[in-house]
């Protein structure tokens, strides 16, 4: 049973920084490329951050510049620093695989940005 779960969520100012991590347990970690989504309220869950099993990484517009993946295989963990936070970012936060076969979903972790 695959287990996703993600912490370092929190109540920051705009402009502030945080860094999320999830920590995947229950299969080999490494040879998937990973993924960090958001939820905001009322709204479709969708894609901020990819991460692909060697490395390469891709953004969504909205965050380009201002977030980053990473992951450390050996810890299987995936992490996203966001930076230059936006009242806009306010969400919960999720890790899972990038792609169409995902893993159950985590409880995420809440974030969000006083304007």
């Known amino acids: 049973q695959v287990q996703l779960v993600e912490s370092g969520g929190g109540l920051v100012q705009a402009g502030g920084s945080l860094r999320l991590s999830c920590v995947a347990s229950?299969?080999?970690?490494?040879?998937?490329?990973m993924a960090w989504y958001r939820q905001a309220p009322e709204k479709q869950r969708e894609l901020d951050a990819s991460?692909?099993?060697?490395?390469?990484?891709s953004y969504a517009d909205s965050v380009k510049g201002r977030f980053t993946i990473s992951r450390d295989n050996a810890k299987n963990t995936v992490y996203l620093q966001m930076n230059s936070l936006k009242a806009e970012d306010t969400a919960v936060y999720y890790c899972?695989?990038?792609?169409?076969?995902?893993?159950?979903w985590g409880q995420g972790t809440q974030v969000t940005v006083s304007s």
């Open positions: 991460i692909t099993r060697g490395g390469s990484t």
């Open positions: 229950g299969r080999i970690f490494s040879i998937n490329a």
């Open positions: 899972n695989r990038w792609g169409l076969v995902k893993d159950n």
